[in-house]
């Protein structure tokens, strides 16, 4: 076990690395960043030395071996635009993101729990046909567009709850409904074909001819196992985020993480970006880490067979 | 078993419901019918790929700016001018004209993204099925990685570094796009090379490479096929997300996903904007998933859970 958690720990530091790299000259390929930053009547003399203060007169090489130092030391840079420690933006904006990713993962999680096991549960009724269909309807219809009708139907038509901003509670209903909108559809399914395969088993048979309450067999029984399957794709739901992130706080004008890489994108702030996604991939590394190593821990076989 | 009994159970199973029988035929023919439009629409937009530039399916030019046209109800509302189907924007341009090139953008670059994401994903998977071992490891641990990582992130990150454009989303798009194709096929390919067809062809003196082309491949065509559909509709999702924040295909080229972010603007007096190039997103994305369903039933029941 010792060993697995060592050698999936290397892969995932191997990974992460890989990923610093392909970022760090992907960026760089794009051309001379200064020239955004850079006025029209500089002299050529001031041109070389904002070039020098933000050391990208240094060749390429030389600039990651500096980045990467600083990288370990927690330093992600300084913004070109903004000339603030991206460390600090990025501070400053990603607990607004948590406010909205935080209450969408339990409302989401909640109800796609509810949904799917209710439609697991009376398979092929009228509700497990209405609960397809909305899935069917989540997974198709783009998430931004949900949220501008959303806006459109509840704000401009009825005027029950406000565009953009983040005063008040009533602020808070439509980002958080969009961004459960993103995640729920795919847990919904997962949730309920989990369900159907375990309530197919053997065990759940046993517990039925002795004797059980349907009750007892749903929710203690067949809940503890189903549950597992949608768990192993935290990975997943977070890339769901992400995106949604994006979405969200560019259409309600949220200042996140997400709003911030929209401007950032633009403005060519590859600093930001690049720490962005450097902190993103971490992100991702470690919930794959964990689930594997939790895997492995419940199951033997995966342990041998990986490493 | 005798003749009377043997009757019976074959008319329960073909006897479904009537009603269930029309829905199971509807699902199937309506999607057919939206993708069969769609294609139709992108083709004939206008015919100048066949030096006819005035044979044109679409009512107007989609970049034609009418400014005394602006902000033009759809046809059926009142002060609708039955020219403009639905409606006009901002600039006066017509949006049913927009619509139809902007399937162009979605479906050419789905096209595009699929071909290339099905070809990395096929050749790396059976690869790494068949050789097992270290490269089989290596393999998956990318594909595990590519498959996490945010799509939107890289293709933002591929915005910044190289300027928005047709190309980018398609190299934006693709460069994750192949890891399940690479998932899927590994496994099917793991499967069939341990069967005993190939244990022959490998005693007859088959090269792998040989073996990899003529006796896995056409065993996972069918799986191909079923991901190959299905995945019609996230790349048009991911297209007109891309379009939407203003990193895809840039503007003044109609594509759906900006056509909804024009419209945000000015919900309050011309929701029609936004309303139907997101409906037209909404069909083509069912009807391709729908399609993919059907496909996977038919093909390969055993990849449910895709």
Redesign the interface.
Known sequence: MTRFIIIRLL?SFI?LI??TIL?FF??R??GDPLSLIASPNMTVEQYEAVKAKWGLDKSWGEQFIIYMGDLFQGDFGDSLVKEKPVIGIIGQALPNTLKLIVPAFFIGMLLALLLGILAATYRDSIWDQGIKFLA??G????????A??A??IFS?NLGWLPVAGMATPSHYVLPVATMVFFMMPGMMRLVR?SMLDVLDSEYIKLARIKGLPERVVIWKHALRNAIITPLTVS??I??MF??GA??TE??FNWPGIGKL??E???S?D?AI??A??II??IF??S??LLVDISYAYIDPQIRYQ?S | MPDTTEEKPKKKFTGLPLRARVIRKLSLIIPLIIMFLVVIMAVFADLSWLGLPNVRLSPHDPDDVVIRDRFLPPAFMDGGKSEYLLGTDKLGRDVLSRIIYGSRISLSISALVISITACIGTVLGIFAGYAGGRIDGFIMRVTDVALSFPGLLMAMLLAVAIQPGYWTVVFALSILGWAPYARLLRGEALKIRDSDFVAQARVCGASPWRIMLRHIFPNVINSLVVMITLSVGMVILAEAVLSFLGIGVPAPTASWGSMVNDGRGYLDTAWWISAFPGIAIGLVVMSGNFLGDWLRDKLDPRLRQL
């Not at chain 1, 997974?139 to 949900?146: E, K, N, R, S, T």
């Open positions: 892969q990974a890989g990923i970022v992907l960026v390929a794009s069917v309807l997974q198709a219809l783009p998430g931004f567009w949900v501008i009708m806006v459109l401009v074909s990975g997943m977070f890339a992400i995106t994006v979405i560019t259409i890489l929209v950032t994108t633009f060519r590859f970006v690049q962005i996604t993103v991939a991702v590394l919930i794959n990986r």
